[in-house]
């Protein structure tokens, strides 16, 4: 057993570094509603600059990241076209309903994360039919969180940004673990720029698999983040001296042994041990679920990037109290699933203890499967 909890039920639950930390107690400060925190504004040029982007606004959350994206994109009544699965659909309180009146296409997702070019084709609306809204934006989810983070391509984005543009709207990229789809892909030389520039706007979180405390960033031309800034400003989110959170994303996307994103690699390593240990084991099976293949043994190949999804065959509520009993922790998820996800708070010497813990927890589920029962809390071995 863990003396520590082993937490894997977000890439959200990490804590800051010590140099996030030293950064956030030293940070310059200003009023970033004036526009004159120097620690944001350096922020938003160094994530601007990354994704050659004109320009960059740190957010408090993903979910604000995109809330005013589309606020910045679509005149209300009018509707976005995304997957059935998205976040923004159907994770952000009908945010893009209620706040943005827009409605959403909602298409389906395919098992590799992407949607059906054709079926984005078709989504569009006729804008000379009264009776049907105005189509006025398409986004994407990279990486796809329902298809086990699977990362969506270059290639394919530019496929889809071109159906975007045929038709006069612009593409938005929710790309809350957009960095964990740069880093699966750089063995073909992919680089943030290359994922960015088919978008018109991209958000990524600094507070996922980064391991910032809090806040994202959305990037796009001038433009589009002069309205992007007021939406912000609408919505609550001018946060004055905020200049002691974006120091943290600075670490995060600084060069050197300090930054984050290239040590994504080891969670995306750690990822797959854990699927390929847990393929062996009975009691798991695939996901088999929305944006999932069908039922089977568990594919450990699918897992590109930092999500491990997974059903169990048994009482998954009695599973999951199982391995807490042994200190590891992970979560209910959408279509009877269990997700794990790796980040930078969890070991390689970490996922050791878990795959452990996970045989012993189901060996006890099956034992009260047998006898009808619910598991007593078993001391587990290290």
Known sequence: M?????????????????????????ADLGDDVFGDDPTVNELEERAADLLGKEAGLFVASGTMGNLV???????????????????????????????VGASARALEDRPDGTLDLSAIEEAFRDPNDPHEPLSGLVTLENTHA???????????????????????????????????AVVAQRDDGVTGRDLADPADSVT??????????????????????ARARRARKMVGGGMRQAGILAAAGLVALSDGPDGM????????????RLAEA??????????????????????PRRVATNFILFKVDRDRRAFLDALAARNVWMVE???????????????????DIVIDATRAALADTASAARSGGTPEP????A
């Open 2 to 26: 863990s003396e520590r909890p082993i937490d894997l039920r977000s890439d959200t639950v990490t804590r800051p570094t010590e140099a996030m930390r030293r950064a956030m107690a030293s």
């Open 69 to 99: 994206s589309l606020m910045a994109h679509l005149d209300r009544g009018q509707e976005v076209i995304a997957g059935q699965t998205h976040h923004l659909v159907i994770d952000e309180a009908a945010g893009h309903a209620v706040i």
């Open 146 to 180: 329902h298809s086990m983070a699977r990362p969506l391509t270059p290639t394919y984005e530019r496929e889809v940004a071109a159906i975007a543009r045929r038709h006069g709207v612009p593409l938005h990229i929710d790309g809350a673990r957009f960095w964990n």
């Open 204 to 225: 990524f979180c600094l507070s996922k698999a980064l391991g910032c405390p809090v806040g994202s960033v959305v990037v796009g031309d001038r433009a589009f983040i």
């Open 261 to 272: 994103i290239d040590r994504l690699t080891d969670d995306h390593a750690n990822a797959r």
């Open 278 to 299: 847990l393929a062996d084991m009975d009691g798991i099976v695939s996901p088999g679920g929305i944006a999932q293949p069908a039922p089977g043994r568990l594919d």
């Open 333 to 351: 998820y959408a279509h009877g699933q269990v997700r794990a996800v790796t980040h930078h708070d969890v070991s390689a010497a970490d996922i």
């Open 378 to 381: 078993v001391a587990a071995s």
